[in-house]
């Protein structure tokens, strides 16, 4: 999908202060969850067949696809198994798929998915510069052909940004949200954007994952 818009980058300084918070911080995470991760990538192996890891073409800054990391959830035949399940999307709006009671997700995945850590694999994205630690999170090109066709401009504004692992989207609702107030919050996000407002954003994000409120 190619997308063509002008980018007007603001506070220069602030910009690479973040990529340092976010390299430094991806990097801690990454040595300390480490035993952690482990731990996870065993019990998927148990749980069910396929691979460990999930990988899926995304989104990033100014539309330039990327391959996101994430712990397998589902079966390893979903995405085809998607198709046949879109009439039973429950999201407000039907751009994003989302079910409380998904079939294709595993025993584990519910869990992983509940406390959000299967999206820890993304601090290897944010090593590799695709990701950022907090920013609009980045969708599955199912959702962005959607988006674009019914939010054209609003969502090439988001695409701007550097996606990110959590956002004010995963402070406030998560799959509760509509799609719509999603890209409102990212709009805020984009308008007000400030590493003060990261550093809030991580903080209630641990908050949210230790209530699990919002996830499914």
């Known amino acids: 999908m190619q997308l063509s818009f002008v980018s007007h980058p603001r506070y220069t300084l602030q910009l690479v202060s973040k990529r340092i918070i976010d390299i430094l911080g991806a990097g801690v995470g990454i040595l300390l969850l480490s035993p952690l991760m482990l731990a996870i990538a065993l019990v998927i192996s148990l749980d069910s067949k396929g691979s460990i890891f999930f990988r899926q073409e995304r989104l990033g800054r100014g539309g330039k696809p990327f ?11 979903a995405e085809q198994l998607l198709q046949e399940l879109e009439h039973l999307n429950e999201s407000d709006g039907g751009v994003l798929f989302k079910m409380k009671e998904d079939p294709r997700i595993t025993r584990v995945g519910k869990f992983l998915r509940r406390t959000s850590l299967d999206e820890l694999p993304q601090l290897f994205n944010v090593v590799q510069g695709h990701m950022s630690l907090v920013g609009p999170r980045p969708l599955q090109l199912r959702d962005c052909t959607l988006a674009i066709k019914n939010h054209r401009n609003t969502f090439i504004k988001r695409l701007e940004l550097m996606p990110g692992v959590t956002g004010l989207w995963q402070i406030s609702g998560r799959s509760e949200v509509s ?32 209530t699990g409120k919002g996830a499914y």
Do not use: A, C, G, P
């Open 179 to 210: 799609f719509e107030y999603m890209l409102h919050l990212d709009m805020i996000y984009r308008d007000r954007w400030s590493l003060w407002l990261d550093l809030y954003i991580i903080w209630q994000t641990v908050m949210v994952v230790i």
């Open 67 to 77: 391959l996101i990391w994430k712990f397998r959830t589902m079966v390893v035949n």
